[in-house]
């Protein structure tokens, strides 16, 4: 028996391990949830969670992994990099409670895809219809720049998302370089066989590909509705509209670009 004092610390979790036979979304993210695999993103979340920023001074900060939004038979996936750290990380919802939120949901609403042109915690009503929005990383990293082997790390937890939402997905969305490479290596790693011929990632840069099952999907990029992005004029809402537009009309109709 070990002396109190001297037990052995808590190792961190494999999401490799943890995602083995999982069967539905719920648990897989009651199991992200507590994901603790990558010690420099579990000490800054939880550091911001601490030090907050003074507009939230009076608010419980999330302060852990985020799971994904929407529903389990959702025909779009948007594929971001990682959670805002005033954004996601205090509200506990992707997309939620910062600039790059708004962006997104008002497009999301103006194309159906969203009920509510707004998000701005768990509790405001907002839904998701036919769409699932996910991230790269699952936790925020410090200056937005996850590494190489966090992202590998978080992987895991892509994959299995990915599998489960596969039945009913046509279309992905992939919101920044980052997220459409993440798009693009975990269909690979599940099996399924993309074109070689891939374009550069770009605003409006998509493929389609024929899946496993024979179903067409479709893959576009958007640059990020980042503040930078935004106020420098690099995206514009009519841009971002026209991306969300395609993702939603393929997902929906399967009518080519």
């Known amino acids: 028996m070990e002396w109190l004092g001297h037990l052995p610390k808590k190792l961190p979790i494999d999401p490799e391990k943890e995602i083995l036979k999982l069967r539905s979304l719920k648990v897989l993210d009651q199991k992200l949830i507590k ?27 999330w302060g852990k992994p985020v799971t994904g939004f929407g529903p389990q038979d959702a025909s779009v996936v948007v594929v971001g990099l990682a959670p805002g750290a005033h954004g996601a990380n205090r509200t506990g919802r992707v997309f939620t409670g910062d600039s790059s939120g708004d962006w997104l949901y008002r497009s999301l609403h103006k194309n159906g895809l969203a009920k509510i042109p707004t998000s701005s ?22 200056g937005n720049k996850p590494t190489p082997q966090e992202t590998a790390k978080c992987e895991p937890w892509l994959r299995c998302e990915f599998e489960l939402l596969l039945p009913t ?20 790693e599940i099996g399924e066989e993309l074109p070689r011929k891939r374009p550069k990632f770009g605003h409006g840069a998509h493929f389609k590909f024929q899946g496993k ?44 670009l």
Not at 44 to 61: L, T
Not at 131 to 136: G, H, K, L, Q, S
Not at 169 to 188: C, E, H, N, P, Q
Request: hydrophobic share 35%; glycine share 6%; charged share 25%.
């Open 35 to 61: 994901c603790d695999a990558c010690p420099r993103l579990v000490q800054w979340r939880e550091e911001i969670s601490e030090i907050k920023r003074r507009a939230y001074s009076d608010q419980k900060y």
């Open 121 to 142: 915690s768990r509790f405001d009503g907002q839904e998701l219809i036919d769409t699932r929005i996910v991230c790269a990383v699952r936790c925020v990293p410090p």
């Open 169 to 188: 997905t046509r279309s992905y969305l992939a919101l920044g370089s980052i997220a459409w490479k993440a798009i693009a290596d975990v269909l690979i």
């Open 213 to 256: 099952d024979g179903n067409t999907r479709l893959v576009i990029g958007s640059y990020h509705p980042s503040q930078q992005n935004t106020f420098t004029g690099k995206l514009t809402a009519t841009q971002l509209d026209s991306v969300v537009k395609k993702a939603g009309r393929f997902a929906h109709a399967g009518k080519p």
